[in-house]
């Protein structure tokens, strides 16, 4: 099992930034894909950024291609999302998911575990 904890949201500007951190524990990452999701109330859960095991390959929603950055750090068992350029349109809650086994990484169904969430929100 791995339990996943996102952290590092808050109220932020726009214009401003925030870097959310995942951190994982029950077993190491190392060999797992990861991705980030965020949900708005009364939106579907809307796929941010996810990287592969090694980190070599990332992958971006078009809504956050060129502000957002997400990382790795296997060594720490974390994940990192590095957002900048924060809009009020960014505001939701931002999940942390992970599977062993991740192909498509912006479809929720293929990841097996989740984070609780950590709420970002940009005022305008």
């Known amino acids: 099992q791995v339990q996943l904890v996102e952290s590092g949201g808050g109220l932020v500007q726009a214009g401003g930034s925030l870097r959310l951190s995942c951190a994982a524990s029950?077993?190491?990452?190392?060999?797992?894909?990861m991705g980030w999701f965020r949900q708005a109330p009364g939106k579907e859960r809307e796929f941010v950024a996810g990287i592969s095991w090694s980190g070599g390959l990332t992958y971006y929603g078009d809504s956050v291609k060129g502000r957002f950055t997400i990382s790795r750090a296997n060594a720490k068992n974390t994940v990192y999302l590095q957002m900048s350029s924060l809009k009020p349109e960014d505001t939701a809650v931002y999940y942390c998911?992970?599977?062993?086994?991740?192909?498509?990484?912006?479809?929720?169904?293929?990841?097996?575990?989740w984070g609780q969430g950590t709420q970002v929100t940009v005022s305008s």
């Open positions: 998911a992970a599977d062993s086994s991740v192909v498509m990484f912006t479809r929720t169904h293929e990841y097996d575990y």
């Open positions: 029950g077993r190491s990452i190392s060999g797992y894909g």
